[in-house]
């Protein structure tokens, strides 16, 4: 490869996993006389800084953590001509999951020696960017349960799902999807620039990173023991087939409710309702697998 890499690395990814498997990553480099060097991030923000600067310099900005370091990456080059690459080092790495980047950061290294470039979407809202999922209603308490809670890996949104259920009652939304408006009383409103969020759960199995379309998840009310008895089944993806849930395509997606909630994508807030989130087609270069 011609780039050299700079390793935009979130220290606190995994729980601290991502310290321990970055020797790795950098003797692999090595090893196949890849020039790198390794820039440790302190907040959103400064990934994004350092994304910028990786670009203007003709570097690979490759984000080495979980979904949020990888949004904030990816839309810092949105627009530029900078190149992305993704090594998996979080809790959830739902993005690499649905590229079929291997779970190890090692085994994912491979991307350097016979890369191959796609370009992919990314959704916006207002300025802000992400790559996987943004969604609010249930999905809103859970997300900020699961970033509270020290449980490691993917457990720790089941956890945050059963811990939110316990207190959640029906919203009424309204959801404009490309001017066509419905309203509905249940769960949940996604927009889905990828697959799967939340360690493994496949909210929408069909969803496509370049195809410059949100496949956009509502989940109507149910009981609780139904919610609850159904949840094994978005890890496989099979839960769309419910009558419950509904699965519609659009470029721009208007949400609001009757109460208050913080919208979520790649599980970072990143707005307040009412919200409206756009796709942006063809955003970002990426070196995929």
């Not at 996993?17 to 090595?30: A, K, T």
């Not at 620039?193 to 909210?203: H, K, P, T, V, W």
């Not at 756009?278 to 990426?286: D, F, I, N, Q, S």
Request: hydrophobic share 45%; net charge neutral; glycine share 12%.
């Amino acid at each position: 490869m011609d780039r050299d890499v700079a390793l935009i690395v979130n220290p606190s990814a995994g729980g601290g996993r991502l310290l321990r498997l970055l020797p790795g990553v950098e003797r692999w480099l090595r090893a196949h006389r890849i020039g790198y060097h390794v820039e440790r991030t302190r907040d959103l923000d400064h990934a994004r800084e350092l994304a910028l600067a990786a670009a203007q310099a003709g570097e690979v900005a490759c984000a080495f953590g979980g979904d949020g370091i990888v949004g904030a990456v990816a839309g810092a080059l949105d627009g530029s001509d900078g190149l992305l690459a993704v090594l998996p080092g979080g809790r959830g790495n739902d993005f690499a999951r649905a590229l079929k980047i291997p779970h190890s950061p090692v085994a994912a290294c491979t991307v350097f020696e016979h890369p191959r470039e796609r370009r992919i979407d990314l959704g916006a809202v207002g300025d802000k960017r992400f790559v996987g999922i943004a969604s609010c209603g249930f999905d809103s308490d859970a997300n900020r349960i699961a970033n509270a809670t020290r449980i490691p890996g993917a457990p720790a949104y089941a956890y945050a799902a059963l811990r939110a259920l316990a207190t959640w009652r029906a919203a009424s939304f309204e959801v404009e999807i490309d001017g066509a408006a419905r309203t509905f009383t249940g769960y949940n409103v996604a927009c889905a620039n990828g697959s799967a969020y939340g360690g493994g759960m496949y909210l929408a199995p069909d969803a496509q990173l370049d195809d410059g379309l949100f496949d956009v998840v509502t989940i109507t009310h149910v009981s609780r023991a139904r919610f609850v008895s159904q949840l094994p089944k978005v890890f496989r993806g099979t839960h769309v087939r419910n009558p419950e849930v509904d699965v519609r395509r659009g470029r721009e997606v208007t949400i609001s409710c009757d109460r208050p909630f913080t919208l979520y994508a790649d599980g970072d807030p990143i707005g307040e309702l009412p919200a409206t989130v756009r796709t942006v087609p063809g955003a970002v270069r990426m070196l995929v697998p």
